[in-house]
């Protein structure tokens, strides 16, 4: 049996995944999938609302009896660009924002069939200052759970089209 996966990008990533889902938003949400120390330099370069997966630290792979599961330990922030000299009621209003933005997300990945349901409290971290860019939003830690992984039996290779096609099927 092959072990090994020819062409990554095009499995059903959890990246791409969540890609996929963010996509489904609208051309008003920007998306960017990278660690802390590049979208510190990305974010630059955003004029609108985002949604920025970072690379996950971690996770964990649930073997099953017939396909393998990616659960990663998820960091999604949920920013926009603010001016130098807001005063606290617009930040407030920003985080907001970014709070029904978070929602819109929630909402959309639920629907999707991608991943288990989010459902029940999901704490969040208000970004603020944190980046050299001027952004305010929330991060969430939402427990990703793969509805479909990669098969193990018989064909191993689960092709993104097919998996967001299928919704997971």
Same mark, same amino acid.
């Given at each position: 049996? !092959? ?14 995944? =969540? ?80 709070? @029904?933005?978070?929602? @819109? ?32 939003? =929330? ?6 759970? !793969? ?13 993104? !089209? ?8």
């Amino acid at each position: 049996m !092959e072990t090994t996966l020819k062409n990554i990008a095009e499995h059903g990533t959890v990246e791409k995944k =969540i890609h996929k889902i963010v996509d489904s938003m609208g051309a008003d949400v920007a998306y960017q999938f990278m660690n802390w120390a590049q979208a510190n330099v990305e974010l630059d370069r955003v004029d609108k609302p985002s949604v920025i997966y970072i690379l996950p630290p971690a996770g964990e792979l649930d073997f099953g009896w017939a396909q393998v599961k990616d659960r990663p330990d998820a960091q999604i922030a949920f920013v926009a660009p603010t001016d130098f000299d807001f005063d606290g009621e617009e930040n407030d209003d920003i985080i907001e924002q970014m709070k @029904r933005l978070c929602i @819109r997300f929630i909402k959309k990945l639920n629907e999707s069939g991608l991943f288990e349901q989010i459902e029940g409290r999901q704490p969040y971290r208000v970004l603020y200052d944190y980046l050299d860019r001027n952004v305010t939003g =929330i991060v969430i830690e939402p427990k990703l759970k !793969e509805e479909q992984g990669i098969l193990i039996c018989g064909d191993s290779e689960v092709r993104t !089209e097919d998996v967001l096609e299928n919704g997971g099927d």
